[in-house]
């Protein structure tokens, strides 16, 4: 079955700091998605890569999908303390359910 | 904009009780997806609707677990008789047939003492 690995596990900058999420998978990913979790909240949508060297930004975060399609980075720049909480990446396949890494925390120094 | 909403947001219940949890999804989504997590991990996938079908059920969701969708609307997740162990956060999404994007509600956070 599919897995997926994050690093690191937990981060924390100083305010106006770049950082960068990784996120592995042990099988070609088809669907990835990236979704930011505030502590004992529901998850908000990032993003969605399905190409190959797939590239996408919402104001300051970019998250590119390589092109052997089997690991996934997301790029913060300049950031702010909003930018703080869990982040999430998913797998799934014709998805009727994702698989989930077990997630990264982000805390931001101001 | 209303998006996937759950109802009760926190739940506090003694062992062997049941409790229910409702997801409202968002209006047009016809895909009802429950997920549970624990702290320090990420979602698990418990059980799937299209409309009114449930399509799969993870070996997660034990006999003691019960979801529906009566009228492909709303969804409820009972859980019966509760051990210490089902304590987590249930988290409800719903997306369309036509996106393969799963949006979130907030979630139930479950205490069973």
């Known amino acids: 079955s599919q897995e997926l690995e994050q690093s690191p596990q937990s981060l924390i900058v100083q305010e106006g700091k770049n950082l960068t999420i990784n996120c592995t998978s042990s099988?070609?990913?088809?669907?990835l998605y990236w979704y930011k979790q505030k502590y004992g909240e529901g998850l908000i949508f990032l993003m969605m890569?399905?190409?190959?060297?797939e590239e996408k930004s919402h104001e300051k975060i970019t998250a590119k999908l390589d092109e052997k399609k089997q690991q996934s980075s997301l790029h913060i720049t300049a950031s702010q303390p909003s930018h703080a909480g869990i982040y999430l990446c998913?797998?799934?396949?014709?998805?009727?359910?994702?698989?989930f890494g077990t997630g990264t925390r982000l805390k931001v120094l101001a | 904009d209303t998006g996937v909403s759950q109802d009760p947001r926190h739940k506090i219940t003694k062992r062997g009780q049941n409790v229910t949890f409702r997801c409202d999804p968002i209006?047009?989504?016809?895909?009802l997806y429950w997920y549970r997590q624990t702290l320090g991990q990420g979602p698990e996938f418990l059980t799937y609707?299209?409309?009114?079908?449930?399509?799969?059920k993870s070996r997660l969701l034990s006999d003691r677990f019960s979801a529906e969708r009566p009228k492909g609307s709303f969804s409820t997740l009972e859980i019966q008789r509760t051990e210490q162990g089902d304590s987590a956060m249930y988290l409800c999404?719903?997306?369309?047939?036509?996106?393969?994007?799963?949006?979130f509600g907030p979630g139930t956070r479950l205490l069973v003492l």
């Open positions: 209006s047009e989504h016809n895909r």
């Open positions: 609707f299209q409309n009114e079908a449930q399509l799969e």
């Open positions: 999404a719903s997306s369309s047939s036509g996106s393969e994007t799963q949006y």
């Open positions: 890569l399905q190409k190959g060297g």
């Open positions: 998913g797998a799934g396949k014709r998805t009727y359910k994702y698989i």
């Open positions: 099988k070609t990913l088809y669907g």
